[in-house]
């Protein structure tokens, strides 16, 4: 019963290092999202990948990438890490055609860009 | 854009305190309106929606009314409980061609609720 599964929950980086968050989902879901939570500032879309093979941009997505590994699996790339980067990622997913607040939320990635 | 604005915090209560937490939005069309929370050390739960006007959610004594005219969504619980304490974060969305619809997320605001 994992649902929506975020590794690692902290990471600390350097400035210009790279890293590569991983995400995955055990709920046979066709869409899956990458957010961004910084205080005062709710949650921002980064990319989402509507189906596998595809993605596409979301509110903030300079700075990153993101592969739509297969099914299950969608990781965000931070190639060049900035200090602007640091926040709360969260991933989820949900099945296609559903109503958008089904939504299933990771709990989350804590990174800090020192 | 489309818009969420939540009241200022964070805010403090007393355990079976009134809670009420404002929400208003901005957008083009016809949002459907949702309250999310966010218990310490979890990812965003689905708290309440409505999806059209006068329509009320409610959800573990959670109470929100969608209002069309005041364009706001306001968060009711008549008595909080120290379970309660959580992020919430009001939300809205509007349908958007080729995938789910997209959600935009006002800023959250932290309750604590005290014994």
């Known amino acids: 019963n994992a649902g929506v599964t975020q590794t690692p929950k902290f990471q600390v980086l350097k400035t210009g290092q790279s890293m590569t968050l991983q995400c995955a989902q055990d709920m046979n879901h066709n869409s899956m999202y990458w957010y961004r939570q910084d205080p005062g500032m709710g949650l921002r879309l980064i990319y989402y990948s509507a189906s596998e093979g595809t993605t596409d941009k979301g509110e903030v997505p300079n700075g990153y990438n993101v592969s739509r590994l297969n099914k299950r699996e969608f990781s965000l790339r931070l190639e060049s890490a900035a200090p602007s980067q640091t926040s709360v990622y969260f991933c989820?997913?949900?099945?296609?055609?559903?109503?958008?607040?089904?939504?299933?939320f990771g709990s989350g990635t804590q990174l800090s860009v020192l | 854009g489309d818009s969420v604005t939540q009241m200022e915090g964070p805010v403090t209560l007393s355990e079976e305190a009134f809670l009420t937490i404002n929400c208003t939005y901005t957008a083009t069309g016809y949002p459907s309106l949702f309250w999310y929370v966010q218990y310490p050390g979890e990812g965003l739960q689905l708290l309440l929606k409505?999806?059209?006007?006068?329509d009320k959610g409610s959800n573990k004594g959670f109470e929100a009314t969608y209002r069309k005219e005041t364009t706001s969504f306001h968060l009711e619980k008549g008595s909080v409980q120290v379970s309660d304490s959580a992020v919430y974060f009001c939300a809205l969305a509007l349908p958007h061609t080729g995938a789910n619809s997209k959600l935009t997320f006002g800023k959250g605001i932290t309750l604590s609720v005290r014994p």
């Open positions: 409505a999806t059209k006007a006068d």
């Open positions: 989820a997913s949900a099945r296609q055609g559903a109503s958008v607040e089904k939504l299933f």
